[in-house]
């Protein structure tokens, strides 16, 4: 099973959805987008693993999309499209396409195959810097955190003290961690009572409930605090 997050840049809803539900088969999150403007919001918001990307999209095109990621990140994307031009194809790989995949598929598995296959060969590319933790995501490095959902993505609003706790809570999901820990981990400069890390983590708990996370932060009486999978 894999853990990665795929996101779908497609106008065509029924090669879309094909895509996403192979992708969720294999164990992949997938996340989409309809149009370029769109999927590259997205792109910046999620910080997906891999990119499959249309060239033929609304808004704006496959190649602005790709040009756009490439300015900012090396994520590994695969362009597919019905346009039958070598033109293209030698387009995309000069801004940096890492596969390109004609349309129609003769099978949507072939897809996937080619996603797995990019991404063992990216993984020399470094390790991520982003947690993930059911549709909870934790940047690191952008001290940023964001639910997904499939109608779009929330974003949470976190102080630096509550990024750090859920950074720490996320890395180690279904734990129990002591309020000791937490304190060492998150507040080297600094020691807060045990009441102020109660405090933070009541916020937190709000906040990740009113964004509709499936994560939950569970408290543990008398030790500390848990991060599981919300019931029902």
Request: glycine share 6%; hydrophobic share 40%.
């Amino acid at each position: 099973m894999h853990n990665q997050l795929i996101l779908v840049i497609e106008d065509h809803w029924q090669i879309r959805d094909l895509m996403e539900q192979y992708l969720s088969r294999e164990g992949f999150r997938t996340s989409n987008a309809s149009d370029g403007t769109q999927g590259l919001a997205n792109f910046q918001m999620l910080k997906p693993d891999l990119v499959v990307l249309d060239i033929g999209l609304p808004r704006q095109d496959g190649f602005s999309v790709l040009n756009g990621i490439r300015r900012q990140s090396d994520t590994p994307v695969i362009v597919v499209t019905a346009r039958d031009d070598p033109v293209d194809e030698l387009q995309c790989f000069r801004l940096g396409a890492d596969d390109f995949i004609m349309k129609p598929f003769r099978h949507t598995g072939v897809v996937v195959e080619r996603v797995k296959a990019t991404l063992r060969r990216c993984r020399i590319r470094g390790a991520s810097r982003l947690i993930r933790f059911e549709n909870l995501a934790v940047d690191l490095d952008g001290k940023t955190a964001c639910v997904h959902h499939p109608t779009g993505i929330k974003k949470l609003s976190l102080t630096m003290s509550e990024h750090k706790l859920l950074a720490r809570m996320a890395e180690s999901p279904g734990r129990a961690i002591q309020r000791a820990e937490l304190i060492d981990a998150c507040f080297t400069e600094s020691m807060p009572l045990e009441t102020t890390i109660n405090t933070h983590m009541h916020n937190l708990r709000r906040k990740l409930n009113d964004a509709g996370a499936r994560a939950h932060l569970a408290p543990v009486r008398g030790f500390g605090y848990r991060l599981e999978i919300k019931n029902g």
